[in-house]
């Protein structure tokens, strides 16, 4: 049997539910509502990955709602590439007026360097409002990450058993996520982190 890469496979999961997300989407309503999903994660998820996300929005080729994807782009490219946390958090606040976001944005910076807010990190990354806007290979990727910020020691069992799962999770695809069990494990763990 002729099958691709296993990034190739990855790279199309991700790619179709992306593709799924966004073929939701009609009207600038449907724009605004896809964005302001991500924005409760500001200071919980790194904003460069929130922007990522918005950015996924290019794709989408719907001529009603193209000047407003175009001016949350915009903004979102600016933030992505901008170094500094305070004008990003202007260009947040800027952004989040666009769409019409009725929460205020103070902080965009998250914190990983405790165990208590890495285990609200995983909980988040782990839970069903999350899973349902992110592939399943970033959320492994975000916490494999976490080890960059906190020294997840074997000692701390469970949440070396969620890091390590996700170390395989990340290189798998959906189908082989699916039949591994191993997402399920990883968040059925994230249950029991105090």
């Known amino acids: ?3 691709p890469p296993l990034n190739n496979l990855i790279r199309n999961d991700i790619d179709m539910l992306w593709s799924n997300r966004l073929g939701l989407i009609h009207s600038a309503a449907g724009v605004r509502s896809f964005v302001c999903e991500y924005l409760p994660l500001l200071s919980i998820d ?14 989408i080729d719907i001529a009603k709602v193209q000047p407003l994807v ?16 305070s004008v990003r958090l202007k260009l ?6 666009t769409v019409g976001y009725e929460k205020e944005i103070n902080k965009i910076d998250i914190n990983l360097t405790s165990r208590s807010n890495v285990v609200k990190y995983i909980k988040v990354l782990l839970s069903d409002d999350y899973m349902k806007t992110w592939p399943a290979h970033d959320i492994a990727y975000k916490i494999v990450n976490l080890m960059a910020h906190y020294d997840i020691t074997e ?35 994230s249950k029991g982190l105090d």
Do not use: C, F, H
Not at 71 to 78: R, V
Not at 92 to 97: G, I, M, S
């Open 1 to 3: 049997m002729n099958t």
């Open 46 to 59: 790194y904003d460069t990955s929130i922007t990522e996300a918005i950015l996924q929005l290019q794709r």
């Open 70 to 85: 175009s001016e949350i782009t915009a903004l979102a490219k600016l933030i992505y590439n901008e170094r500094d946390t």
């Open 92 to 97: 947040w606040q800027q952004l989040v007026k």
């Open 155 to 189: 000692d701390d069992r469970p949440l070396y058993e969620i890091w390590y799962l996700a170390t395989e999770v990340e290189a798998m695809s959906l189908a082989e996520i699916g039949k591994s069990g191993k997402l399920d494990e990883m968040i059925g763990l």
